[in-house]
T-cell receptor, first 111, second 114 residues
Framework: SQQGEEDPQALSIQEGENATMNCSYKTSINNLQWYRQNSGRGLVHLILIRSNEREKHSGRLRVTLDTSKKSSSLLITASRAADTASYFCATDVGSGSRLTFGEGTQLTVNP | GAGVSQSPRYKVAKRGQDVALRCDPISGHVSLFWYQQALGQGPEFLTYFQNEAQLDKSGLPSDRFFAERPEGSVSTLKIQRTQQEDSAVYLC????????????FGPGTRLTVT
């Protein structure tokens, strides 16, 4: 079963624009992670944000977490064609082991 | 350093055949995970090891699925009597410990059952 739901399912933007993807989840979490997956490849870890954190940055990526709304967002600034990929949020719900993934947002950045 | 590796990368099996999928985690990583990813979906958890101990196998879809990690490093996921619904990408991931650390994923094995 999927814990997280990403929104939108698909997003198409022009190079240089910002892309925002949202994730909602259902139960309390230890942390939330964002991953990127290029077509036909494995997942690449982007950012981990813990339940007691509200915002985190890494390069052009900014992640926010609102535990009261059980939601997170991933912002990619100044997007590039190479950012084209599927983006997944994944929650660690307390066992400290298994991740529960959403269905992903397919981002297309047009040159 | 070397990442997580998986073999084979692609596997075609006839329905009813047994398959074995291998995962080499990052050296020194205590925790190892297997996930199944259907086309167009997010990965779904199958099972989790801490060293050689299989601590959670609640995601294995049936008793045809079996995983082992006998020496606490390399892991094998075995699927017996494969069926068409087993067709998916099988992803392996490892992490330093199970608790609140990012997981590093391998490239996956794409299994097609015909």
């Amino acid at each position: 079963s999927q814990q997280g739901e990403e929104d939108p399912q698909a997003l198409s933007i022009q190079e240089g624009e910002n892309a925002t993807m949202n994730c909602s989840y259902k139960t309390s979490i230890n942390n939330l992670q964002w991953y990127r997956q290029n077509s036909g490849r494995g997942l690449v870890h982007l950012i981990l944000i813990r339940s007691n954190e509200r915002e985190k940055h890494s390069g052009r990526l900014r992640v926010t977490l609102d535990t009261s709304k059980k939601s997170s967002s991933l912002l990619i600034t100044a997007s590039r064609a190479a950012d084209t990929a599927s983006y997944f949020c994944a929650t660690d719900v307390g066992s400290g082991s298994r991740l529960t993934f959403g269905e992903g947002t397919q981002l297309t950045v047009n040159p | 350093g070397a990442g997580v590796s998986q073999s084979p990368r692609y596997k075609v099996a006839k329905r009813g055949q047994d398959v074995a999928l291998r995962c080499d985690p990052i050296s020194g990583h205590v925790s190892l995970f297997w996930y199944q990813q259907a086309l167009g979906q997010g990965p779904e958890f199958l099972t989790y090891f801490q060293n050689e101990a299989q601590l959670d196998k609640s995601g294995l879809p049936s008793d045809r699925f079996f995983a082992e990690r006998p020496e606490g490093s390399v892991s094998t996921l075995k699927i017996q009597r494969t069926q068409q619904e087993d067709s998916a990408v099988y992803l392996c991931a490892s992490s330093q410990t199970g608790f609140s650390y990012e997981q590093y994923f391998g490239p996956g094995t794409r299994l097609t059952v015909t």
